[in-house]
Nanobody, 125 residues
Framework: QVHLEESGGGLMQPGDSLRLFCEAS????????IGWFRQVPGKEREGVAC???????FKAEFVKGRLTTSRDNAKDTLTIEINNLKPSDTAVYYC???????????????????WGQGTQVTVSS
């Protein structure tokens, strides 16, 4: 059974840096891209960033210039850091995996095969 263990998030201030950590188990992560999505009430879930098993990185426009990622294939983990947080980054963030064979669509939530439980991130002064 696939399990995605998430950590990070909470109450942040504008300008802070956010680190989100995800550890996957119950699957061969080499066969998957792993990434983060986010969702606010009343809106669709959207991709933030994802990393394929060979290191290919896909990221949303709204984090370009603010994002650092680190995928550890030996430990089956993905860490992302979003700098210079804005109130518009407030959302529930979800870790997710999608097939490596469709890595170029790993920001598309319809390709996701497993989700984490989500972690709330609130950016407010």
């Amino acid at each position: 059974q696939v399990h995605l263990e998430e950590s990070g998030g909470g109450l942040m201030q504008p300008g802070d840096s956010l680190r989100l950590f995800c550890e996957a188990s119950g699957l061969i992560l080499d066969n998957f891209a792993i990434g983060w999505f986010r969702q606010v009430p009343g809106k669709e879930r959207e991709g933030v960033a994802c990393v394929g098993s060979r290191g290919s990185l896909f990221k949303a426009e709204f984090v370009k210039g603010r994002l650092t990622t680190s995928r550890d294939n030996a430990k089956d983990t993905l860490t992302i850091e979003i700098n210079n947080l804005k109130p518009s980054d407030t959302a529930v963030y979800y870790c997710a995996v999608s097939p490596q064979i469709s890595v170029n669509r790993c920001l598309d939530p319809t390709y996701v095969q497993a989700w984490g439980q989500g972690t709330q991130v609130t950016v407010s002064s």
